[in-house]
């Protein structure tokens, strides 16, 4: 099992690089949310994988998101995962129009935020969105 750290109060791709993570390269991984400031000291205590925070392998890196850095760095490859990081990608950065579905993903994600106690219920509550976009996705994969 791999702990994985990030910022606290999660939206769209720190909650979507969990669901990839559990999904396709550890199933038990375990996850902490903490201050921003406090992200790299608990990494370094815990030996946890800081993820989506600046300067860190698994962070935003030019016009591509966390959820891209893990397909890559975990060399993800799987029907529907291309579209899948697309639409992460526009719902979680300034490229709001590169799928339709981003804004809806951008929109579920406030929605979440106002009605999870916390960030591990937030992770509770979406990951069945996350499994159905996937499903969603695989099901546009030309000749699904």
């Known amino acids: ?5 990030t910022r606290k109060n999660v939206k769209v791709d720190r909650v979507a690089c969990p669901w990839l993570i559990t999904r396709f390269v550890d199933a038990a991984a375990e996850f902490l949310f903490v201050e921003p400031s ?6 370094e205590r815990e030996r946890a994988v800081p993820f989506d925070v600046q300067g860190v392998e698994l962070g935003h890196h030019g016009e ?22 697309r639409i992460v990608r526009g719902a979680d950065t300034d490229q709001k129009g590169l799928e339709p579905e981003s804004f809806g993903l951008e929109a579920m994600a406030d929605g979440f935020r106002s009605v999870a106690a916390d960030d591990h219920e937030r992770l509770r509550l979406e990951f069945p969105m996350y499994d159905a976009l996937y499903a969603y996705c695989r099901a546009r994969e030309p000749g699904s």
């Open 38 to 43: 406090e992200v790299l000291a608990v990494a």
């Open 1 to 5: 099992m791999v702990k994985f750290v």
């Open 64 to 85: 591509f998101c966390s959820f891209d850095a893990v397909v890559t760095k975990y060399g993800l490859s799987a029907p529907g995962l291309d579209l899948m990081a």
